[in-house]
């Protein structure tokens, strides 16, 4: 695992946080984004976990780089209360696989949204879910609907992928099978023409696109 911050308090802190849990042999650290792009480049990390501040532009190609390695990407965003408009604003920049949110960082919440990243779930807070879907639902449906043709189904998967709910999450929520649901969100991608869900969601995030209920 690679913990690559721009702030030594930050990066040090979880790099001791990510030692002490169960299962992980080995933790680098790395305050230099281009030395850390080396890294998930030619080492075998499995899970990238950094933090702002980071240029804009070094933490694109740092993500770039780990996706390349199939290395996942968990973001810490400094809030220290409920996610202000540019908190919420950063993540939707961001192409990570999952998010926490500095002041809700606890050795246990760390080591189960590791968990769930390394699963391939988009986990994200539930105060910045909420901010998240807040800058959402303020914009009108019809653009996603018309743009895209999803239909009421497939537009219900989506919004739950943007909550970071994995396929058996969302059967549960919307009482359907896991291979219905399999089904509802390969047809979204198709669509929407991303490669992954993550990347499903950071579309939507970025082009203002959402529907309401």
Known sequence: MLIAAGSELMRSGLAAMVGRLPGVEHVQECADPVQA???VE???IAVLVTSPPLPHGDFEVLAAGAARNHARTLVVLR??????????????????????????LTASTLADTLVRVARGQAPVPPSLAQGLLSRLRSVESEPIRRQFLLTPRELEVLELLV????NKEIARRLSMSEHGV???????????????????????????????R
Do not use: I, W
Request: charged share 20%.
């Open 37 to 39: 792009v080396t890294l």
């Open 182 to 212: 399999k089904r509802h969100v390969g047809a979204v991608l198709a669509k929407l023409n991303c490669p992954n869900r993550t990347v499903a969601v950071a579309f939507v995030l970025q082009k203002g696109l959402m529907y309401v």
């Open 163 to 166: 909550e970071g709910l994995s």
């Open 79 to 104: 809030d220290y209360d409920l996610p202000t408009p540019e908190v919420v604003a950063q993540a939707v920049a961001m192409p990570a696989d999952g998010f926490l949110l500095e002041s809700e």
């Open 42 to 44: 030619t080492q075998r």
